[in-house]
């Protein structure tokens, strides 16, 4: 059974660091790309983050561009996002998700991990 | 970057078919994506590709697409169908980036 468990969210303040981290399990991990999205409370869907297979490629939305950093251990099975100079408007849920190669679509989510930016 | 876009809210009677669209330049491109996503859960992939159900979905659930639009049809709708739906595609703009539509909260009544 595939899982993915998200972990490492909570209170932090504006222009502070915070690191997620997303357990794989049930699958190759090293086979997939991997993503991060996140929902503002009571707001939609929104993509963040982007990493290949083997962790040589990244891609960000231009709202975290320079401030958030996605990364991988295949050997440990986990995705991370390191997020620094946090705002408010970064307050969200954070899902981890799985894509298929060269794919665009995310077949298996996480629960998500809440993140709050509040003073 | 390209935007997909969605009516916020539809309705259907119980047991009827309802129609929920996706607009947007990257869908004359490139396939949307469709996903259920129920109050306090993670979101969950319906449709992908021209038409693809991954296991698990019922067959009501389908996938069309016509120039820069993008449906989801559920035939006959269920009383569990109530939820948001989110369509997503490529962004057309060359970056490999990823873009979601605002979501449709679809009511059964």
């Known amino acids: 059974e595939v899982q993915l468990v998200e972990s490492g969210g909570g209170l932090v303040q504006p222009g502070g660091s915070l690191r997620l981290s997303c357990a794989a399990s049930?699958?190759?991990?090293?086979?997939?790309?991997m993503h991060w999205v996140r929902q503002a409370p009571g707001k939609g869907l929104v993509w963040v983050s982007r990493i290949n297979s083997d962790g040589s490629s990244t891609s960000y939305a231009d709202s975290v561009k320079g401030r958030f950093t996605i990364s991988r251990d295949n050997a440990k099975n986990t995705l991370y996002l390191q997020m620094n100079s946090l705002r408010a408007e970064d307050t969200a849920v954070y899902y981890c998700?799985?894509?298929?190669?060269?794919?665009?679509?995310?077949?298996?989510w996480g629960q998500g991990t809440l993140v709050t930016v509040s003073s | 970057s390209s935007e997909l876009t969605q009516d916020p809210a539809v309705s259907v009677a119980l047991g009827q078919t309802v129609r929920i669209t996706c607009q947007g330049d990257?869908?004359?491109?490139?396939?949307a994506s469709w996903y259920q996503q129920k109050p306090g859960q993670a979101p969950v992939l319906v449709i992908y590709g021209k038409n693809n159900r991954p296991s698990g979905i019922p067959d009501r659930f389908s996938g069309s697409s016509s120039g820069n639009t993008a449906s989801l049809t559920i035939t006959g709708a269920q009383a569990e169908d109530e939820a948001d739906y989110y369509c997503?595609?490529?962004?057309?703009?060359?970056?490999?980036?990823?873009?979601f539509g605002g979501g449709t909260k679809l009511t059964v009544l």
């Open positions: 998700a799985r894509g298929e190669v060269g794919a665009y679509y995310f077949d298996y």
């Open positions: 049930g699958f190759t991990f090293s086979s997939y790309w």
């Open positions: 990257s869908l004359r491109s490139y396939y």
């Open positions: 997503n595609s490529r962004d057309s703009s060359g970056n490999h980036h990823v873009v």
